[in-house]
């Protein structure tokens, strides 16, 4: 079945330490996203790439890090000049005006 | 103005009971419009993308009005299962979305 996977699922990250939140699909999209999704707050975009070995910033950018090697995968990069990354990261595919294909997701958590 | 807006909730709706969302939107060039719905703690899920004509499906029902820009989503016969945040969402035509920041149902039994 075709579909995109985040992992880990949970992930706990001591602070000052960069960590690494993958994304994989095989739904054959162009186009990958990364959001950031805070307690009763909208959906942030951090990144979005269209085409491979190529990528944008979005909306929040600051303290974060993407590459797009392969259609395939979109891995992001929380590095340790994000201030407050304890969230819920979202990554996302989307063929051309289509709806966005969601990823199940990964709580991150600053201990 | 933010780009997308929703009233947050909740709606607290008793079982079959017809209940509406509203979007606002402020960019006139937006060109595709979709509803997500959201469980908690859970990833956002297409619901139905919205057509210029207005659209069905099932008990669902989006629209359209781009004169005062904005969106809705109709739901008849509320389910138990039903209850959900409705996430609107936005595109200007490229590959980005907007995602408005949702409206919170609760189908009370």
């Known amino acids: 079945d075709g579909g995109i996977t985040q992992s880990p699922k949970y992930l706990f990250r001591k602070e000052g330490q960069n960590v690494t939140l993958s994304c994989e699909q095989n739904?054959?999209?162009?186009?990958m996203y990364w959001y950031r999704q805070d307690p009763g707050q909208g959906l942030r975009l951090i990144y979005y790439?269209?085409?491979?070995?190529?990528?944008q910033k979005g909306d929040i950018a600051e303290g974060y890090s993407v590459s797009r090697e392969k259609k395939e995968s979109f891995p992001l990069t929380v590095t340790s000049a994000q201030k407050n990354p304890t969230a819920f990261y979202l990554c996302?595919?989307?063929?051309?005006?289509?709806?966005?294909?969601f990823g199940s997701g990964t709580r991150l958590t600053v201990v | 103005r933010k780009e997308v807006e929703q009233d947050p909730g909740p709606f607290n709706v008793p079982e079959g009971a017809t209940v509406a969302f509203n979007c606002t939107y402020s960019?006139?060039?937006?060109?595709?419009f979709f509803w997500y719905r959201q469980d908690c703690r859970k990833e956002p899920k297409l619901l139905m993308s919205?057509?210029?004509s207005g659209n069905e499906d099932g008990r669902f029902t989006a629209q359209l009005n781009r004169a005062s820009q904005y969106i809705s989503l109709l739901i008849r016969d509320s389910k138990l299962s039903d209850s959900a945040t409705y996430l609107c969402?936005?595109?200007?035509?490229?590959?980005?979305?907007?995602f408005g920041t949702g409206t919170r149902l609760k189908v009370l039994a």
């Open positions: 790439s269209q085409i491979v070995n190529d990528f």
């Open positions: 960019n006139s060039a937006s060109q595709s």
């Open positions: 969402v936005v595109s200007p035509g490229t590959y980005k979305y907007i």
């Open positions: 919205v057509y210029s």
């Open positions: 739904l054959n999209h162009d186009a």
């Open positions: 996302a595919s989307s063929p051309l005006n289509s709806g966005y294909t």
